[in-house]
């Protein structure tokens, strides 16, 4: 899950909401895996939904301990039968949290990474506006993860980072960094700033089952819901 399982509302709230997505989630996905998003941390209105360790409690419960942890609510896991190692890392810095430390680790995980596997990273926002203070930090920080990660990938020794796959701009868009690497948004899983006609219909949810084609080099999206199939050749 790429962020905002949530809409914000207080801390009691947000527990509610996010237990009952999981609940359904639990219902048809084996594994569960989230990252932290805007919404979740419920900054858009001052509110008071998950804080980091709470959230970090949360996300180590849901997916039953199987990913290894940075300092803070940043990830990854591994699937050796495809040899892909999945990286989430988490795009909201602020409120003190020390972005360095993230750069670390990414850079100790993307160098601990077979030479024959392939990489996968999520993050919440891959672009944002930097016109505010809050904006200017993560702004910083994803501009120092894009060069990290396009330089690891002109590594020809190096295991290959196929693709980031971002959500928050709420819309479908594919582009890619300057080395390549291809970036897919997926567009906000709500009807919220949609017709009203969508709510109760299949459009009020969009959604991307993936898969990726080593070898053809392809990502395969098939939409749930609102918005169109995707193929993305890099």
Known sequence: CGGDLINGGTTEEAISDINEFISQMKKSAKNIYTI????????LDGGTSFINNEFYTFAQKISENK???????????????????????DS???NGRNSEVQINWLN?????????????????????????????????????????LDEYNSVSENAKIE??????????????TSAGIPIILIDCDTWQGKPLSYKG?????AFDIVTLNYIE????CVRVGRGNNRIISY
Request: one cysteine or more; aromatic letters at 18%; glycine letters at 4%.
């Open 36 to 43: 932290l998003g805007n919404h979740d941390l419920n900054t």
């Open 67 to 89: 990913f290894v942890y940075g300092d803070d609510n940043y990830f990854y896991f591994d699937n050796a039968m495809a040899k892909t190692r999945y990286i989430c890392l």
């Open 92 to 94: 909201y810095l602020g």
């Open 108 to 148: 100790d995980v993307l160098t601990s990474t077979n030479s024959d596997w392939h990489i996968i990273i999520f993050v919440h926002t891959i672009y944002i506006s930097s016109s505010d203070y809050t904006n200017k930090i993560i702004s910083s920080f994803m501009t120092s993860v894009i060069a990290i």
């Open 163 to 176: 693709a980031i796959f971002a959500g928050h701009s709420h819309q479908d868009y594919n582009t890619s």
């Open 201 to 205: 219909t299949y459009q009020e949810q």
């Open 217 to 220: 080099k392809k990502i395969y």
